[in-house]
């Protein structure tokens, strides 16, 4: 991986983004054919956010070890220095995507340009939700950081945002954060979440909550952000099954920090500009199993499709993007075939992708991704291909928190001639 110089203004594939899904689809682009590739980011490095996520967890499927996220990010970058052909220009914004599969980038050695791409890959990842989505009232006073910046600030700026904390929504940054900030010997007073059971990964509830003895309140949430200049404390509630304030059931904790981790959302600004269909559920661009978007020659991997819950998968995903990115630039286009739809049934919040191509001129991905709406135990996933059942997978758990991956290709030769392939989840009594 070298600087791209200022005159190639043409490659056989353009990815946009380098954290983890970009960089495994730059490798799998050149496996798919494509001799020269280009990475682009916004950053200065490679690597995303896995370089502020310094605990350890990452790269057990993928590398049979357990990585920090820069090892992990690391380990991915140094694979892609060793491959020739792809080049990368750090340090630069994305600001459209034309018609023509013009890239339109600007920086501050080159100033606006455009790039010609065969085929692109979508890898810019996800953001955080803010305080705006949760519109809880109060001043905007210092203090009220998401756990993402907060994440970044001790592990990469070297600074302690507070003192005192109040972390509202357990997702698995603000449950890692809990630690984070306990280690560095600051007193997390409470994590505040609305559910009736904990957002983020079960290892990470038992890790970062259990072990360290750190306080959450279930079926509650913050109802007021007290203090002008900084935060000097927070109001909370419990809430009904709607989510709504049950009135009378208030406290109030003082503490300096509040943090929210409520949520993350794929970034796609520049998808949706580039008439690219949006799932409503996702947030992500509509994909086929060769992980291609509605827009010809655009493909998609990691997070700015859904948001995963292990940087394994999303390498492995975004690989794929990358290797039929590869070929679509070779060949010039995707050999047409059935198109099926997949259906979220009962119980299910959504699948991805949500079509599947027979056959699949590329190299499919025939792992169906998806969430859960209720908890269950023991779990039945059944496969229904325009109303008949052609198959059932079983799990001995399935939560809203955590994704679940159900492999289909023992299943691709009934779906010839369907149109819609439905998933149905049902809890196994016996």
């Given at each position: 991986?070298?600087?791209?110089?200022?005159?190639?203004?043409?490659?056989?594939?353009?990815?946009?983004?380098?954290?983890?899904?970009?960089?495994?689809?730059?490798?799998?682009?050149?496996?798919?054919?494509?001799?020269?590739?280009?990475?682009?980011?916004?950053?200065?490095?490679?690597?995303?956010?896995?370089?502020?996520?310094?605990?350890?967890?990452?790269?057990?499927?993928?590398?049979?070890?357990?990585?920090?996220?820069?090892?992990?990010?690391?380990?991915?970058?140094?694979?892609?220095?060793?491959?020739?052909?792809?080049?990368?220009?750090?340090?630069?914004?994305?600001?459209?995507?034309?018609?023509?599969?013009?890239?339109?980038?600007?920086?501050?050695?080159?100033?606006?340009?455009?790039?010609?791409?065969?085929?692109?890959?979508?890898?810019?990842?996800?953001?955080?939700?803010?305080?705006?989505?949760?519109?809880?009232?109060?001043?905007?006073?210092?203090?009220?950081?998401?756990?993402?910046?907060?994440?970044?600030?001790?592990?990469?700026?070297?600074?302690?945002?507070?003192?005192?904390?109040?972390?509202?929504?357990?997702?698995?940054?603000?449950?890692?954060?809990?630690?984070?900030?306990?280690?560095?010997?600051?007193?997390?007073?409470?994590?505040?979440?609305?559910?009736?059971?904990?957002?983020?990964?079960?290892?990470?509830?038992?890790?970062?909550?259990?072990?360290?003895?750190?306080?959450?309140?279930?079926?509650?949430?913050?109802?007021?952000?007290?203090?002008?200049?900084?935060?000097?404390g927070v109001k909370t509630a419990s809430v009904d099954k709607k989510g709504k304030p049950i009135p009378g059931t208030g406290e109030y904790i003082e503490c300096d920090t509040l943090l929210l981790s409520i949520g993350l959302i794929p970034e796609n600004e520049l998808s949706r500009a580039a008439g690219i269909d949006i799932d409503p559920v996702t947030g992500g661009p509509i994909i086929d199993n060769m992980m291609h978007t509605s827009r010809d020659g655009i493909f998609a991997g990691g997070n700015a499709v859904h948001v995963y819950d292990l940087v394994d998968h999303v390498s492995k995903d975004s690989h794929i993007a990358g290797v039929n990115a590869g070929e679509y630039a070779r060949k010039?286009?995707?050999?047409?075939?059935?198109?099926?739809?997949?259906?979220?049934?009962?119980?299910?919040?959504?699948?991805?992708?949500?079509?599947?191509?027979?056959?699949?001129?590329?190299?499919?991905?025939?792992?169906?991704?998806?969430?859960?709406?209720?908890?269950?135990?023991?779990?039945?996933?059944?496969?229904?291909?325009?109303?008949?059942?052609?198959?059932?997978?079983?799990?001995?758990?399935?939560?809203?928190?955590?994704?679940?991956?159900?492999?289909?290709?023992?299943?691709?030769?009934?779906?010839?001639?369907?149109?819609?392939?439905?998933?149905?989840?049902?809890?196994?009594?016996?």
């Open positions: 991986m070298v600087q791209a110089g200022n005159k190639k203004d043409s490659y056989d594939v353009i990815i946009i983004g380098a954290g983890p899904a970009g960089l495994a689809a730059a490798l799998g682009a050149t496996e798919g054919g494509a001799e020269k590739v280009l990475i682009i980011d916004r950053d200065t490095y490679a690597g995303g956010i896995l370089n502020q996520c310094i605990h350890p967890g990452f790269g057990i499927k993928r590398f049979r070890e357990e990585l920090t996220g820069p090892e992990y990010a690391n380990a991915y970058a140094d694979m892609v220095k060793k491959q020739v052909g792809i080049e990368y220009l750090f340090d630069t914004f994305v600001y459209a995507i034309e018609k023509d599969r013009q890239v339109v980038v600007s920086n501050s050695a080159e100033g606006i340009r455009a790039i010609q791409a065969k085929a692109i890959v979508l890898a810019m990842g996800c953001r955080e939700a803010s305080r705006g989505s949760v519109s809880i009232p109060g001043y905007r006073p210092a203090g009220i950081f998401t756990a993402g910046t907060a994440q970044r600030l001790i592990n990469i700026e070297g600074l302690m945002p507070g003192k005192e904390v109040v972390i509202l929504g357990s997702g698995d940054i603000g449950l890692i954060m809990a630690r984070r900030f306990t280690i560095e010997g600051a007193r997390v007073k409470a994590v505040v979440e609305m559910l009736s059971n904990p957002g983020g990964l079960s290892k990470n509830v038992v890790q970062c909550i259990e072990d360290f003895d750190i306080p959450m309140q279930l079926s509650k949430t913050v109802t007021f952000i007290d203090g002008k200049e900084r935060v000097c010039g286009n995707i050999e047409s075939g059935e198109v099926i739809r997949l259906e979220a049934g009962q119980d299910i919040r959504h699948v991805v992708p949500q079509k599947i191509r027979i056959p699949s001129a590329g190299s499919p991905n025939n792992i169906i991704s998806l969430r859960v709406n209720r908890y269950f135990k023991k779990t039945k996933f059944t496969l229904a291909a325009d109303g008949k059942k052609i198959g059932a997978l079983q799990r001995p758990y399935a939560v809203p928190t955590e994704m679940l991956r159900l492999d289909i290709t023992n299943y691709l030769n009934d779906l010839p001639g369907k149109k819609v392939l439905r998933i149905d989840a049902e809890e196994v009594l016996s």
